[in-house]
């Protein structure tokens, strides 16, 4: 790694944020002499339902499972169309199979699906009929059956689409179309989780835009969003796409770095952090950036223990003049090793 204000470092651990609790006497009092207060719970917000939040019968489900289910269960219900005659109408029945089948396969599938029923059911009822039913009759009876299969379908397919959407922006910061922290810090529990598994090096990092207010206060806020635009697409076109971008709020960013080990993480953020500088000068923005990486050899204990440890850096590197890039490595098994850099 070069650059004069780029170090290296080694620790034998990462050091979290402390959160501290009030305390109280020893005797169960306060220092009024009252019994302490029971604490009052803070609520959190309920995540958006996702197809995960599905009834266990439906856990794990493939598509090609949902559409084997589907065709059987249609079968199952035009084999009872044929045996009840043509006086019980069967429409209702076959909007389970068609349902299952747009939910979980597409909305392709639940129309051909539909066509399929519609069909059956038409045929079913002729087949059972004493007598043929006039041409126009049987038309008009097809499309019933075909419109009533098809409002379902289109009304599923727009369901899932406003959940995407909804899902999308709920993960999605508006401002700069990157993660927002709650995407970012799922996305690390996946990757923490992963490298567990596998027993790859993770690198987590923190990024902060040097004098962001000052822009904000002498070009306004309007300016000031298209700095943190221009940092975010910046970002994401700089790094790769297993790598994670977020923007963990105000002007601080966060990048989860898969597979990267402390060496090519420092040579990576040096890389970032000059083409960062080249794009503010571009756009007449005098600003510089600020980081902090934590690279774990061996699984850290929690997405909180990386964050806090890769936060702490980045604000050693604000304390040390700003513009500058802090890298620890955190060796496998806690026992420190040779220290490198420029």
């Given at each position: 790694m070069t650059g004069p204000n780029a170090r290296f470092f080694l620790s034998s651990g990462a050091q979290g944020r402390a959160r501290?609790?009030?305390?109280?006497?020893?005797?169960?009092?306060?220092?009024?002499?009252?019994?302490?207060?029971?604490?009052i719970e803070r609520l959190t917000p309920r995540p958006l339902p996702t197809r995960e939040d599905s009834p266990q019968l439906w856990e794990g489900i493939s598509p090609g499972g949902a559409l084997a289910i589907a065709i059987g269960l249609t079968t199952c219900v035009a084999v009872g169309d044929y045996v009840t005659g043509w006086e019980v109408n069967f429409t209702f029945l076959y909007l389970g199979p068609i349902g299952l089948a747009t939910w979980f396969v597409g909305f392709r599938t639940g129309g051909l699906l539909s066509v399929a029923s519609a069909v059956l059911s038409v045929a079913a009822d002729l087949v059972a009929r004493?007598?043929?039913?006039?041409?126009?009759?049987?038309?008009w009876n097809t499309a019933v059956q075909l419109g009533t299969f098809m409002a379902l379908v289109l009304l599923l397919a727009a369901?899932?689409?406003?959940?995407?959407?909804?899902?999308?922006l709920a993960r999605t910061d508006p401002l700069t179309a990157v993660n927002n922290r709650r995407a970012f810090e799922e996305a690390?529990?996946?990757?923490?989780?992963?490298?567990?598994?596998?027993?790859?090096?993770?690198?987590?990092?923190?990024?902060?835009?040097?004098?962001?207010?000052?822009?904000?206060?002498?070009?306004?806020?309007?300016?000031?969003?298209?700095?943190?635009?221009?940092?975010?697409?910046?970002?994401?076109?700089?790094?790769?796409?297993?790598?994670?971008?977020?923007?963990?709020?105000?002007?601080?960013f966060g990048l989860l770095l898969v597979d990267t080990d402390g060496p090519a993480a420092g040579a990576l953020l040096s890389r970032i952090r000059s083409t960062l500088d080249a794009a503010m000068a571009e756009n007449g923005w005098s600003v510089t950036f600020s980081l902090g990486a934590a690279t774990y050899?061996?699984?850290?204990?929690?997405?909180?223990?990386?964050?806090?440890?890769?936060?702490?850096?980045?604000?050693?590197?604000?304390?040390?003049?700003?513009?500058?890039?802090?890298?620890?490595?955190?060796?496998?098994?806690?026992?420190?090793?040779?220290?490198?850099?420029?």
């Amino acid at each position: 790694m070069t650059g004069p204000n780029a170090r290296f470092f080694l620790s034998s651990g990462a050091q979290g944020r402390a959160r501290g609790t009030g305390d109280t006497l020893a005797t169960g009092e306060s220092s009024s002499g009252r019994p302490p207060k029971a604490p009052i719970e803070r609520l959190t917000p309920r995540p958006l339902p996702t197809r995960e939040d599905s009834p266990q019968l439906w856990e794990g489900i493939s598509p090609g499972g949902a559409l084997a289910i589907a065709i059987g269960l249609t079968t199952c219900v035009a084999v009872g169309d044929y045996v009840t005659g043509w006086e019980v109408n069967f429409t209702f029945l076959y909007l389970g199979p068609i349902g299952l089948a747009t939910w979980f396969v597409g909305f392709r599938t639940g129309g051909l699906l539909s066509v399929a029923s519609a069909v059956l059911s038409v045929a079913a009822d002729l087949v059972a009929r004493p007598s043929p039913l006039p041409a126009g009759v049987m038309l008009w009876n097809t499309a019933v059956q075909l419109g009533t299969f098809m409002a379902l379908v289109l009304l599923l397919a727009a369901l899932q689409a406003r959940l995407a959407a909804e899902q999308h922006l709920a993960r999605t910061d508006p401002l700069t179309a990157v993660n927002n922290r709650r995407a970012f810090e799922e996305a690390a529990a996946v990757e923490l989780e992963r490298a567990r598994r596998t027993g790859m090096p993770l690198t987590v990092a923190y990024l902060d835009v040097d004098d962001f207010k000052r822009v904000n206060d002498q070009q306004g806020h309007s300016r000031g969003d298209a700095l943190l635009a221009t940092a975010a697409a910046t970002l994401r076109g700089a790094t790769r796409a297993v790598d994670v971008v977020g923007r963990l709020g105000g002007d601080e960013f966060g990048l989860l770095l898969v597979d990267t080990d402390g060496p090519a993480a420092g040579a990576l953020l040096s890389r970032i952090r000059s083409t960062l500088d080249a794009a503010m000068a571009e756009n007449g923005w005098s600003v510089t950036f600020s980081l902090g990486a934590a690279t774990y050899l061996s699984p850290a204990r929690s997405v909180d223990e990386m964050m806090g440890r890769a936060d702490q850096l980045m604000y050693e590197a604000k304390r040390a003049g700003k513009n500058a890039l802090r890298v620890d490595v955190l060796p496998a098994g806690g026992t420190p090793g040779a220290a490198g850099g420029a």
